[in-house]
Structures are given as C-alpha cells and as structure tokens.
C-alpha cells in the first residue's frame, strides 16, 4: 500500500502536541488547549502592546494614515512560505489592537458598542475551539441544549406568559427583519409597516427587503413616537397593519410611550413591535424597569447583548410571548433535520433562524448570567445609567456647553455653546483624527449636536472630568 503524501514543515504548521506530524494544531479534541495555551500568551502580549502603542481611545492619524500603517505591518497578506503561529499572531493581533477604536476607553464614546465582559470574552474563546454549529442537533448536542435554556429564560423575563420564547440574532437588525417576516406571514404581502422617525433604520429596509409596501414614516419632532400622530396614520392606513415602537432610539436613546400606543393597536387591530434592542435590559433593574412600561404587550421584541449586556459581538435576541409564533420559520432539510429523526427525538434547530450555519452565541451570554448573577447585572446597568447622568449634569452646570436634555438610558447630547454646526462637526473629526475621542453626532431639533454613548462602567468621574476638559480646551484654539 502506498503511503499518503507527508504534511508539510514549513513555519506555518507545527506538530499536534505527541504525533509529530507537522500538521498544523487544532483548536478542539483533548490536544487542543496544549495547542492553544502557548498561542494565548502570544495574543494576549499583542493586544497589551498594540493598546500600548495606540495610547488612547483610536490611533491618531485617520483613515489614510492608518490603512498605511496597516499594510506596511501586514505586507504580503499571502506569502509563499508562512511566518508561523506566533509571528502571525503577534503582528496581526498587536496591528488590530493599535488599531482600533476601544470601547474599553472611557473616552471612547460615540455608539451603542459595548466594551464586553473578560468572562464573556473568554467563554467566546471556547466557542470558537470548539466551532459548534447550531443548524442540526448531531453539530451542537450540548450547546443547542443551552440556547434552549437561555433563550426560555430570558424570554420568561420580558413576557409572563406560560410559553415565552426567543431567537438568538445577530443583533437588533436581524431581530427587527424576523419581526417583520413573521407579521408578514401572519398577515399577507400587503401588511403596512408604520414606525416613527425615530425609528432604526433596520425597520424601513426589513419592510424593502421582504417585498412589503414601503414602511410609513410618522414624524417625531419631539424624538418619541406620538400617539396622536400614530392613531391618525392608523385611520387612513388600509388592510393589516404592523407598528414598530422603540425602547432606545439610536441617536438619544429614547423609549416611545409604549401603553398608548400599544392601546392604539389594540383600538385598530394592529400588530405591534418594539425595536428594544438598546434598552430591553432595563426590565432587569427595579431601578429603571418602569421605563418600558408596555414593553410586554408586543407581539415581539428585539434586545441586543452587545450593547447594554456587555457581550462581544453578536448577541441578539428576538422575544415572543409564545413559541407557537414563531412557527412560520419552520423549514426542512433532510441532511440536518429529517423528518424520521425528528419523530425519533433529534431537535430541530433549523426553524430557529433564516441562517443555516450558526455560532454558539447563547454561550458567552449563558456564562456571563451565571457568572454575574442578576444582581451584578442590575449593578453594571444602574452604574451605567447613573454615569450618564453624572455626565449631563456636569455638562448642564458647565457654562461652555449646551446639554440638550437628561438621559433616559446612557445617551447624552450637548454641545459647545458657541459653536455653529460645521464647527461642531470639525471638532468631532478633529478629535477623531488626533485620536483623543471618539463621540458621536446627530441632529435634533434642527440642529446638530455630539452624542456620548456611555457603555463602559468602569468609567469613573475622572475620566468625565477629562472628557469635558479635552473638549473645553478643543473649542479654545
């Protein structure tokens, strides 16, 4: 018999801890974490020099100077021959850390782009050694038992009915698309989309990319939804119906008055939605949980994770008050769900998504629950909460600045009280390019405004105190 071809040596692969073969190491099996402990050290040196080296919350320079810097470090991208392990993992990883905007940084600001959890970071690591895929039972035994598990669970906390459940996403904007896909098989092709102006843009482009009438717009000056305003869209809006509220607006992180409008559904035979993708984590804190008011009275509900939940990308979910809704995503494949293994007992999986492949994602979410606890989650929530204010009021007493209302959630708007729209707008890009901040922008009532999105509760008043101070003395040269 002929032998197979020998595995290459070259710097690129390294023997399988004990056979010597010079294939490259896998990250599972019982050799895997031999194979990784050295590798983690290597990564974990990279990411402390490359935020060394970087100095702040992103690398100063812009956009030009740092794709120079990128591929002056990375050079061939595919090289004949391989560097090996550590050498790739050293430049690339410490490029991608000198590189980057941290969410970590307290002075790094602008979106809803958490800084997440070591714990939940790590648990990630072991998702991906592993590579579970959640599109058929026999790829995903333990984890697709743990989805299960966490998705009742967090269901059951936005909705007291006897068979909540959820989805995990990809985030709010698969949510808000399952939403939609879901009133539209309930109701038909013709379904109208009504959403307010405040509304993410996720919602409009659902409603496109589902062949749906095109979503109705009702303005909001005041940054909320209004109920007067939505129940005359309802009078003259004809055939079925679907209202998108929201519990966290994008740009000031505002929640809609979710009773009444919920009670305007229920007047005019509309299905509602609410995009919470921002704040539906709030119901977790006695403190805040009153603010979403209504929140159960949807027919479904988007939260996000990896905003006020700390996760690493992605983590969403899409919450209904029973799982019979979620019925028409069921679908068939015979080489992942045959119908004879099914009755046998295999779950199916494949009716939980529109995807077919599937990270664990339920996994990092799983262990930061058990690891923190509700009440370390309601500690990380209300601190993060209390911050923001801290922030607006320091902003408010400040003579320099303009503070354009209190946070309802962690998003606060100011801005300089002397400076025009393209200044303001300067200044941010100034920021940006010196690498000293990164804040965001949006326009309400008529006028542009920077927006501090605070998600980091290690941020302390002192880093505030910096952040005011930088921008004082910014709009002084």
């Known amino acids: 018999m002929t032998a197979p071809p020998g595995p290459g040596t070259g710097p690129g692969t390294h023997p399988r801890p004990g056979t010597g073969t010079g294939i490259p190491a ?50 061939d991208v595919l090289p004949a021959h391989g560097t090996g392990d550590h050498e790739a993992l050293r430049t690339l990883v410490h490029t991608l850390a000198a590189g980057a905007a941290d969410p970590a940084d307290p002075l790094c600001a602008a979106h809803l782009h958490c800084p997440p959890l070591a714990v939940a970071a790590a648990a990630d690591l072991a998702a991906s050694a592993l590579n579970p895929s959640l599109d058929s039972w026999d790829q995903a035994p333990a984890a697709s038992a743990v989805e299960a598990l966490l998705t009742r669970t967090l269901a059951a906390e936005f909705y007291a009915t006897p068979r909540p459940d959820a989805l995990v996403t990809t985030g709010g904007t698969e949510a808000n698309q399952l939403a939609l896909l879901l009133a539209r098989e309930r109701h038909g092709p013709r379904l109208t989309v009504l959403h307010g102006a405040n509304a993410h843009h996720s919602v409009p482009r659902a409603a496109w990319l589902l062949g749906l009438p095109p979503a109705v717009a009702i303005p909001t000056p005041t940054g909320t939804l209004d109920p007067a305003r939505l129940g005359e869209a309802l009078t003259t809006t004809p055939g079925p119906t679907l209202v998108t509220a929201t519990a966290g607006t994008t740009d000031a992180g505002l929640i809609d008055p979710l009773h009444r409008i919920a009670d305007l559904c229920d007047r005019y035979g509309a299905d509602l939605h609410i995009d919470a993708a921002y704040g539906g984590l709030l119901v977790l804190s006695p403190r805040h949980r009153d603010k979403l008011a209504g929140l159960a009275r949807a027919h479904s509900i988007s939260v996000d994770l990896h905003k006020l939940g700390w996760q690493p990308v992605a983590a969403g979910l899409l919450a209904v008050p029973d799982t019979a809704l979620l019925a028409p995503l069921a679908h068939q494949a ?96 100034t920021l940006l390019h010196e690498g000293r901040a990164v804040l965001g922008r949006t326009h309400a009532d008529g006028r542009l405004w920077l927006k501090a999105t605070l998600l980091n509760p290690h941020t302390t008043a002192g880093d505030l105190d910096t952040l005011i101070a930088l921008l004082e003395g910014s709009t002084h040269r």
């Open 26 to 75: 896998l990250a599972g099996g019982p050799d895997g974490p031999a194979a990784l402990r050295p590798l983690l050290d290597t990564v974990l040196d990279a990411l402390h020099t490359g935020a060394r080296d970087r100095g702040g919350p992103l690398p100063a320079g812009g956009p030009d100077a740092l794709a120079a810097r990128v591929r002056a470090a990375l050079g």
């Open 334 to 429: 015979d080489y992942l769900n045959a119908t004879d293994d099914t009755e046998a007992g295999l779950p199916d999986l494949l009716g939980r998504s529109l995807r077919t492949t599937r990270r664990p994602d339920a996994l990092k979410i799983a262990t930061t629950l058990r690891s923190l606890g509700r009440d370390g989650l309601i500690r990380l929530i209300d601190r993060t909460c209390e911050l923001a204010h801290h922030l607006a009021q320091l902003l408010d007493a400040h003579p320099g600045f303009e503070l354009h209302a209190a946070p309802t959630i962690s998003t606060v708007l100011f801005r300089p009280t002397h400076a025009d729209d393209d200044e303001l707008a300067t200044l941010r890009r």
